[in-house]
């Protein structure tokens, strides 16, 4: 039987506030384990919450992002749960009338553009920090766990999609571009490798043609692109291959490990009921006017999606200016070399091939390099005016990103100036010729493929400065 995969996505975003959500502490991942504690935080009796403003203004700049309707009036609830991290053993969050609802996000997979829905956008707080002292980090192997409440009460906003996912390649996609549009708007770090960003798939199969959905699984707290494509993509053939044989897919949540590659039962899944809602007694509706609403919309920057089309306008190709789109310091380089002058065609390439495989083998932020704008502008004008071979051209740039200088002075220093004088160039042709007589007459004779030979030689006897056009005219000039 054919299958089709219906999935949602639920995205965890940390926002990046000075202090948490209900509460004055420090959002500071990296301070000492619980010193960034208070009696709110802790739920201590008698303590009460102070929504953050901050807070609510990024979560409505994300719902606006993502095309959502904004609730004039939301409501915080008390979501009844056991958290082992949690120490108020209850979750503020929101239920029934979340701050963001009803809005979109474009992606596209194989050239096809597909408009996934968004059923809300929430705003709730984070609970603390499990850390199990074993071999696998897992609490079943663990001898101990430890505590850190520094993350609980850090604001957190959940964003649902709708069952519109079809496939664990449109999963990613969906993911990708949202960390991408959350990441423009300046509201959360979103390093996946932190957890800035987390994803939870709920995954179910139907036979193809059919309307009613199959019984939904939950694939829990996946924080990285290939780890959501490949959980998805496991659980869909793990039910497929139940269903195939007779069996029944429970509804349940499951935990995906990255190592074997497979999912595993945690627990049988709850239903909203299960956690006992009800309206948070110590928080005010918070309220969202259309003076404020609209206030938050006039700061959201460019959106992904139109950067996209304004890279492309200005000379790059779809690819390119989709990866300088997701990243801002590749972003700000392109857009200072076309207006220093660079033609973007070559300024995308540049920064999407050699400088950003240099980022990833030195480990380094290519915002944190000596390049410039104006340096991509120069070493275009350098290759374009035959100064430099696209080899040369390569070193150069690894040494200006190094901070060696601009590529005039770089290529000048390490003796990489092109040689573009003729009559040096004929005496150097001239000589290969000599040197290899016999050969030359073949080529003469018909053996085409041998111009490679002399071209290759040219450029060995002039340190690789020869420019590879010119000194085939010659070599050719001379068979006469």
């Excluded at 990243?327 to 857009?335: I, M, N, P, R």
């Amino acid at each position: 039987m054919n299958w089709e995969p219906v999935i949602g996505i639920e995205v965890h975003v940390e926002l990046e506030t000075a202090s948490k959500m209900f509460c004055g502490c420090a959002v500071d991942f990296e301070a000492e384990p619980n010193t960034n504690v208070c009696p709110v935080c802790l739920g201590l009796p008698g303590a009460l919450p102070v929504p953050n403003r901050k807070a609510i203004e990024w979560i409505t700049k994300i719902g606006l992002a993502f095309n959502c309707s904004i609730s004039e009036r939301s409501q915080f609830h008390r979501k009844n749960y056991f958290y082992s991290d949690q120490p108020k053993n209850y979750q503020i969050s929101q239920f029934d009338v979340p701050v963001c609802h009803d809005g979109w996000l474009d992606v596209m997979v194989d050239g096809a553009t597909s408009r996934i829905r968004i059923n809300r956008a929430h705003m709730e707080e984070d609970t603390g920090k499990s850390i199990h002292v074993g071999d696998s980090g897992r609490i079943h192997s663990a001898t101990e766990t430890l505590l850190n409440f520094n993350r609980a009460g850090v604001p957190l906003v959940e964003i649902v999609s709708e069952a519109d996912i079809r496939s664990a390649a449109q999963a990613r996609a969906y993911a990708q571009d949202l960390r991408t549009v959350v990441a423009a708007l300046g509201v959360s770090d979103a390093k996946l490798e932190e957890g800035s960003i987390r994803f939870d798939a709920n995954v179910s199969i139907r036979p193809v043609g059919t309307e009613p959905f199959g019984t939904k699984v939950e694939v829990k707290n996946m924080n990285s692109f290939r780890s959501l494509e490949r959980a998805v993509d496991y659980e869909i053939r793990r039910q497929g291959g139940v269903l195939e044989s007779g069996g029944i897919v429970h509804q349940e949540t499951r935990h995906w490990d990255e190592g074997e590659g497979v999912t595993h039962s945690m627990r049988s899944k709850e239903g909203s009921s299960d956690y006992r809602y009800f309206p948070e007694p110590d928080l005010l509706p918070i309220e969202v006017t259309d003076e404020w609403r609209d206030e938050i919309a006039a700061t959201l920057p460019e959106m992904p999606a139109a950067r996209v089309r304004r890279y492309i306008a200005l000379g790059a190709d779809g690819d390119s200016a989709s990866s300088l789109a997701g990243s801002e310091a590749l972003a700000t380089l392109f857009e200072s070399a076309v207006e220093a002058g660079a033609p973007g065609n070559v300024a995308a390439n540049w920064l999407t091939g050699e400088v950003t495989a240099w980022s990833r083998r030195e480990s380094m932020d290519v915002g944190e390099s000596a390049l410039t704008g104006e340096h991509l502008r120069d070493l275009a004008a350098m290759v374009a005016a035959n100064s430099l071979s696209s080899t040369a051209a390569k070193e150069v740039l690894g040494y200006v990103l190094a901070g060696e200088g601009g590529p005039v002075e770089v290529a000048t220093a390490h003796d990489l100036v092109q040689i573009n004088d003729s009559r040096a160039l004929e005496k150097a042709v001239d000589e290969v010729i000599a040197d290899n007589e016999e050969q030359f007459a073949r080529l003469a004779g018909g053996e085409d493929k041998l111009i490679g030979f002399f071209v290759g030689l040219v450029m060995r006897v002039t340190g690789g400065k020869a420019d590879p056009r010119a000194a085939t005219e010659i070599i050719r000039s001379r068979i006469g």
